[in-house]
């Protein structure tokens, strides 16, 4: 979802919504997965954005790109991955990290998948939130590591003089064979 399909970037908006359709309608309700891949903001405030997807069918789902307080967000491209709900390859989630309601939230997390892979599988990780302080630099970043059958550990880290007040990323996992799914 691009935001510069709804309003130009001369122009941003607080809570920009649209309306994707999936390439095939699902059976029923697919399960989603979606995090940001572009992304233009003003230097002049925290950086406050989200994306949440809380309507969707079998044929279509509702995207919104919010900003909150004084950010300013010209535009936002969101990529959407939607799941068949009976395809068990392919796992998701998010993990939300909040230093604002408990300061000692850590920054690497153990995610157990609902099942087992036969191999350990590939692991994307990507953020949909975040949440951080203007006056300092904005560093960050989230990956996998320690990938086994049950699980990996999941990092969501900043470094340097970086204030994150708030950051949520979304992971999917697919088996390691798989040929036309490219990632790194």
């Known amino acids: 979802f691009d935001t510069r399909t709804t309003h130009p970037i001369n122009a941003p908006e607080v809570d920009t919504q649209g309306t994707i ?3 095939r ?3 029923s309700r697919p399960r989603l997965s979606n995090g940001f891949c572009e992304l233009d903001i003003s230097k002049d405030a925290d950086i406050r954005f989200k994306s949440t997807m809380m309507y969707f069918t079998p044929e279509w789902a509702d995207v919104h790109v ?3 307080d004084d950010t300013t967000l010209y535009s936002a491209i969101d990529a959407v991955f939607a799941i068949a709900p009976g395809d068990m390859e392919y796992l998701s989630g998010e993990h939300m990290r909040n230093l604002l309601v408990n300061p000692d939230d850590p ?3 153990r995610v157990e998948f609902d099942r087992p892979f036969h191999t350990p ?3 994307v990780t990507f953020f949909n939130s975040l949440d951080l302080d203007k006056s300092k630099g ?3 970043k989230t990956s996998a590591s320690e990938i086994d059958v049950n699980g990996f550990t999941l990092h969501l880290e900043t470094w340097g003089d970086t204030i994150l007040n708030s ?5 999917i ?3 390691e064979d798989e040929t036309h799914i490219f990632s790194t």
């Open 21 to 23: 359709d999936f390439p």
């Open 25 to 27: 309608p699902f059976v």
């Open 66 to 68: 919010v900003a909150w």
């Open 107 to 109: 920054a690497t997390v």
């Open 121 to 123: 599988p590939k692991v």
């Open 138 to 140: 904005w560093r960050f």
């Open 167 to 171: 950051a949520q990323v979304g992971w």
């Open 173 to 175: 996992a697919y088996p």
